[in-house]
């Protein structure tokens, strides 16, 4: 998988107004600004961006993925 591909997966099931990858085609490390987070624990934005993904972290197509969340006023606060 590239990272156009995964990018695209996320972005269509969430509306993210920043959304960058960087891996190597099985560990990925992605960074996440979505109003789509506001309210929810880490745990819960985790799980919005993994059910954009569906089988494929199951079938090891994408084997690992670490992720930073952010809502836009967080990615806001954090580049202040």
């Known amino acids: 998988m590239t990272a156009d591909e995964l990018r695209s997966l996320i972005t269509t099931g969430i509306a993210c107004a920043h ?46 993925l670490s992720m930073k969340t952010l809502t836009l006023a967080e990615w806001a606060q954090q580049a202040a």
């Not at 959304?19 to 745990?43: M, N, P, Q």
């Open 19 to 64: 959304c960058t990858l960087e891996g190597d085609g099985r560990h990925w490390y992605a960074t996440i600004v979505s109003d789509a987070f506001v309210g929810k624990r880490l745990i819960a934005r985790h799980q919005m961006v993994y059910a954009t993904l569906g089988a494929r972290m199951h079938t090891d197509e994408v084997h690992a």
